[in-house]
């Protein structure tokens, strides 16, 4: 069998969120007993916490749920290129050594360890002009191993309304410290949630 990479992080109650964002809770509704065959739990949480697909309706108001994106760019021939340490902002020539014939979707290594169980505000992001770029080159889908493609405190989230403006697609939060650099297969299909800004995902990449 083709060798798997999970490169979604652990979903818990230490699971970090941006600052007053909704934290994963769950509780249960339901508990094996006398009268009851069955557990049922009870989850709340944002569609932000762990690896994560936004919509275009996270930037835009005029965007698409994430259950009425299509899958296509969440599926496919996908590379892997490192950046570790680069931040604060991903430059051009931090990847320029890997953008060699891109595939349709590429996702940016930051850390050396991905910060798993704490809210890093200093996060690296995306500098807009890198997505420009990446687009005019063919990509479809961005992702990176922090929880923004913006840095952490930008109120204008200039990488974000890059991709809104190319209708391009974006996963945040997945963790790459295991993935040599090079060519996968990814599969990190969103939720059909009809009316979420986002969705959390299972993200995996695939040996070619």
């Given amino acids: 069998m083709k060798k798997l990479w999970d490169i979604s992080p652990p979903v818990s109650d230490q699971s970090p969120v941006f600052p007053g964002d909704t934290p994963y809770a769950q509780a249960w509704s339901a508990t094996l007993g006398p009268g009851c065959p069955v557990n049922v739990g009870k989850i709340t949480m944002s569609p932000h916490v762990g690896a994560h697909a936004d919509a275009p309706l996270h930037y835009g108001n005029e965007g698409f749920a994430i259950g009425a994106v299509d899958l296509a760019p969440y599926l496919g021939a996908c590379r892997v290129i490192h950046a570790?340490?680069?931040?604060?902002?991903?430059?051009?020539?931090?990847?320029?050594?890997?953008?060699?014939?891109?595939?349709?979707?590429?996702?940016?290594?930051?850390?050396?360890?991905?910060?798993?169980?704490?809210?890093?505000?200093?996060?690296?992001a995306f500098a807009p002009a890198t997505i420009e770029q990446l687009a005019a080159r063919g990509v479809k889908l961005v992702g990176i191993d922090t929880a923004s493609i913006d840095p952490a405190d930008s109120k204008t989230l200039d990488s974000h309304q890059v991709i809104r403006r190319l209708d391009l697609r974006v996963l945040e939060n997945l963790v790459l410290d295991d993935?040599?650099?090079?060519?996968?297969?990814?599969?990190?299909?969103?939720?059909?949630?009809?009316?979420?800004?986002?969705?959390?995902?299972?993200a995996v990449l695939r040996e070619l």
């Fill in 84 to 124: 570790i340490n680069k931040g604060p902002l991903i430059e051009w020539h931090h990847i320029a050594h890997a953008v060699q014939d891109l595939p349709a979707r590429v996702l940016v290594r930051t850390y050396k360890r991905m910060p798993v169980d704490r809210w890093d505000g200093e996060l690296a």
């Fill in 179 to 202: 993935v040599p650099e090079g060519d996968y297969e990814l599969i990190a299909l969103p939720l059909k949630l009809m009316t979420a800004d986002a969705s959390p995902v299972r």
